[in-house]
């Protein structure tokens, strides 16, 4: 018989929408505002303060946008709401509320705020979401004065990611070790409803 979930962390790489928030920083998001549907979500508290003793920085809203955000201008547009934008938390913390799952949405920044992506990656991405390398080596074919700048994205995703993990390894254990903190104060919940 599977264990019930206790916790779900929404994780992976987002866009900076802000200045402030360089490469590799560790951001954990307060609430997840979606564009299309114009409401926000928010992440559970302990989840965030926990994220926070673990080295992340408390962030108010991160955006899931239904598309990639290519553009430093569009950025802009959508700094106005959020921190970072991503494509998944919304959805992912939607999905916990329903079963009743505390849920946090932790990012790291893959790209800066007065960035453009080198390419626009829609077409390249596979259904499972591998990158499609044959689709990839015909896009810089077409545009070879993209290839510097999607070098140095693809260094600054790779190091996000392994700041990601290090930050995931370091978190899980920290929350493994106060699990009981956590189910005594969903019990408290439970008891003061």
Not at 104 to 122: C, H, K, M, N, Y
Not at 127 to 145: C, D, N, Q, S, Y
């Amino acid at each position: 018989m599977a264990e019930p979930v206790d916790i779900c962390v929404s994780t992976g790489l987002a866009g900076a929408l802000q200045a402030e928030h360089l490469p590799s920083e560790i951001v954990a998001a307060r609430g997840v505002w979606s564009e299309e549907e114009s409401r926000t979500i928010r992440s559970d508290e302990l989840l965030l303060q926990r994220a926070g003793e673990c080295g992340a920085r408390t962030v108010e809203k991160l955006c899931t946008a239904d598309h990639l955000v290519l553009t430093a201008r569009e950025k802009a547009r959508l700094g106005v709401f959020a921190d970072a934008v991503e494509m998944e938390s919304f959805e992912v913390l939607k999905e916990a509320r329903a079963w009743n799952v505390r849920a946090v949405a932790v990012r790291a920044i893959s790209d800066a705020a007065g960035e453009d992506l080198p390419l626009d990656f829609t077409g390249l991405v596979g259904a499972r979401g591998e990158l499609r390398i044959f689709h990839l080596l015909k896009e810089v074919a077409r545009h070879p004065v993209s290839w510097p700048a999607l070098v140095r994205f693809g260094r600054q995703s790779r190091r996000a990611a392994a700041s990601l993990a290090l930050f995931l390894d370091r978190y899980m254990a920290h929350l493994a070790n106060r699990r009981a903190e956590l189910h005594s104060e969903v019990a408290e919940e439970i008891s003061c409803t």
